[in-house]
């Protein structure tokens, strides 16, 4: 089992920048893809982006391109999304999953309880 716990949200006006992470314990992750998605106030949960298992392989969703960076600590089980240039559509709860670099969800074994992101025009 992993145990996925994410950090970091708040409320922040646009333009803002903020770092998510997420922490995991259980059985390591240091060889599992991890990713992160959002959901929105009434929309349904999208994907945002992900990383292989090092790092040096990324996905992004086109909407987020340029302005979030995904990365990874091994050595501490942590997994980052540092957002820049917040605008009030990146409004969401951001959930941190493990075990897959698509965007596909049903392909991610575990996910975090997510933290809440609010961004105000």
């Known amino acids: 089992q992993v145990q996925l716990v994410e950090s970091g949200g708040g409320l922040v006006q646009a333009g803002a920048s903020l770092r998510l992470a997420c922490a995991a314990s259980?059985?390591?992750?240091?060889?599992?893809?991890m990713g992160w998605f959002r959901q929105g106030p009434g929309k349904e949960r999208e994907f945002v982006a992900a990383?292989?298992?090092?790092?040096?392989?990324?996905n992004y969703a086109d909407s987020v391109k340029g302005q979030f960076t995904i990365s990874r600590d091994n050595a501490k089980n942590m997994v980052y999304l540092q957002m820049s240039n917040l605008k009030p559509e990146d409004t969401a709860v951001y959930y941190c999953?493990?075990?897959?670099?698509?965007?596909?969800?049903?392909?991610?074994?575990?996910w975090g309880q997510g933290t809440q992101v609010t961004v105000s025009s």
């Open positions: 259980g059985r390591t992750v240091r060889n599992v893809a």
């Open positions: 999953a493990a075990g897959s670099i698509t965007n596909n969800a049903a392909a991610y074994s575990y």
């Open positions: 990383c292989n298992w090092n790092g040096a392989n990324k």
